[in-house]
């Protein structure tokens, strides 16, 4: 007879933060029933009392090192510091939506549960020690990611739709349908993995394919390869690395913009947080040879160099900023999945997860305070977000711009800015690895991104002398608190990068065998 699982066996406090997102945000859903259609602003306060109440619980996970959930979830301070990153995506995110649905339309309170659940997704994604709680978990990211790309649709009876709103509707389906195909490559993949070892536990997984004292037959090994490489294609989606990465710019100029601001961050803290524990957890000893690197490392080398080339002079020819940053967060996909590639190297995995963590963190403050600023200028009917759009906004509204190029700056990687912090452990963790070529793209491209996120700052402050400058009548109160908080953020940890440090000294990722 099998008996049931104790609490001391499930261990749940460690994924407690998450749980406290998840039920919270069920709860939410029917709270929100009872809220009057003209202040859903309430429910948007309850959905930021929930995040901060995890954020709390998390501060107590910090210095636990454990599994959970029968050895499917995994306490580390990775796990703690990126639920950090998610749950500060998700709280300065509900601010830039606040005022902005109102704005276009679409004010609903489901927007605010679809956002918790997604965020929960994320979290459970960076904690997952299991292949199968990775492919629930991505779900729980992807479905409402779905749902918020397509928010703007709106089925009035007898009245024609507007081409935002159809241009919405499509990123929604887009987005939906390549999703939908990602995870079945995943599902293949994760498949593939089991058949190698017998196992979807990510600790098992490791010792099955350790390199020194592994017993491996070559059928085998050319599933575990195979399976790596299907997990790639799924995950590299999220992420959105070439040649994943198509679906990219229609979505995020078709979503709403605050909407596209969350996806731009938490997808790839979902999906970047989950390739790092399968593949620097799991497989860091899959090797088709004899040698110390590990089989996929170079795969993954390869896409990084790929996505940052293209990402980047790709960028170069968008004159929408939600494009541009489309493109921009391509390459910043590069930049992550270097950091990836580094770990491929035996006992580089400290400075690989130290990497992205760090990037994780002063990207979302950077790509969050640039998209805000965005909202600020865009006009209710979706117009007004081109770059010429900001010509003369430093006359009019001369702080905005201001924190403009503090963003714009950052995302280039300028010293004593958050980029700079984020991409010099980057580029640290692929020299320490002997990576140089990958390291020698990556700041060459980093210097060529230079001359498309100068182009907004010269239109903002160098434009004709006619240009008066957008009134920003988008940047409501609670649109000024998520610059102010995104500006902070970057100035801070350019300016102090011990902030960020000194939460993830001695990050690793556990593994059963001290990994």
Not at 112 to 124: E, N
Not at 220 to 230: E, I, K, N, Y
Not at 460 to 486: C, F, K
């Amino acid at each position: 007879m099998t008996s049931l699982p104790s609490a001391a066996d499930l261990n749940l406090f460690p994924v407690l933060p998450a749980i406290i997102v998840a039920t919270g945000m069920c709860l939410l859903l029917l709270i929100d029933l009872w809220i009057p259609e003209d202040k859903k602003n309430r429910t948007a306060w309850l959905a930021q009392g929930i995040l901060v109440t995890a954020f709390i619980v998390n501060l107590f996970t910090f210095n636990i090192t454990d599994t959970a959930v029968l050895g499917m979830y995994v306490a580390d301070r990775a796990t703690a510091f990126l639920n950090m990153v998610t749950l500060f995506t998700t709280f300065i995110c509900i601010f830039l939506a606040m005022d902005y649905l109102k704005r276009i339309g679409a004010e609903r309170g489901e927007f605010y549960s679809l956002i918790l659940f997604s965020a929960s997704g994320a979290m459970f994604m960076a904690s997952a020690n299991d292949l199968i709680v990775i492919f629930v978990a991505l779900e729980l990211l992807s479905i409402p990611l779905y749902v918020m790309a397509a928010f703007r649709y709106r089925y009035v009876p007898g009245e024609e739709l507007t081409q935002t709103e159809i241009n919405s509707e499509e990123a929604g389906m887009k987005y939906f349908i390549l999703g939908a195909f990602a995870s079945a490559f995943y599902v293949y993949g994760a498949a593939l993995v089991y058949g190698g070892t017998g196992s979807t536990n990510l600790s098992v997984i490791f010792q099955s394919v350790a390199l020194i004292g592994g017993d491996i037959t070559s059928g085998s090994l050319t599933l575990l390869v195979l399976g790596a490489g299907l997990i790639l294609v799924g995950l590299g989606f999220k992420i959105a690395v070439f040649p994943f990465h198509m679906w990219t710019p229609d979505v995020y100029e078709g979503s709403p913009t605050n909407v596209t601001a969350f996806m731009s961050v938490a997808a790839k803290i979902g999906g970047v947080a989950a390739l790092a524990r399968i593949l620097v957890s799991g497989l860091p000893a899959l090797a088709a040879g004899t040698g110390e690197n590990a089989a996929w490392q170079l795969a993954v080398s390869s896409v990084a160099i790929l996505t940052m080339v293209l990402g980047n002079f790709v960028a170069i020819q968008q004159s929408n900023m939600k494009r541009m940053l489309a493109y921009s967060s391509i390459a910043h996909g590069g930049y992550l999945l270097m950091a990836i590639a580094a770990a491929g190297t035996i006992g580089n995995s400290a400075s690989t997860m130290t990497a992205i963590s760090v990037y994780l963190l002063t990207y979302m403050f950077t790509n969050l305070g640039a998209f805000a600023v965005v909202i600020a200028i865009e006009k209710p009917d979706g117009t007004g977000t081109d770059i010429e759009d900001l010509a003369g906004l430093s006359r009019s509204q001369p702080f905005l711009a201001g924190l403009m190029t503090l963003f714009m700056l950052s995302l280039v990687g300028i010293p004593a800015t958050a980029g700079f912090i984020g991409k010099y452990f980057v580029f640290a963790a692929a020299v320490q690895a002997e990576l140089y070529l990958l390291a020698i793209v990556g700041i060459l491209t980093s210097v060529a991104s230079a001359y498309y996120y100068m182009r907004p700052v010269i239109a903002m402050y160098l434009a004709d002398e006619d240009a008066q400058g957008d009134p920003a009548e988008g940047a409501t109160q609670y649109v000024r608190w998520a610059i102010y908080l995104s500006g902070a953020g970057v100035l801070l940890l350019g300016l102090i990068p011990g902030l960020a440090t000194g939460l993830i000294e001695g990050l690793v990722m556990v593994a059963s065998t001290g990994f």
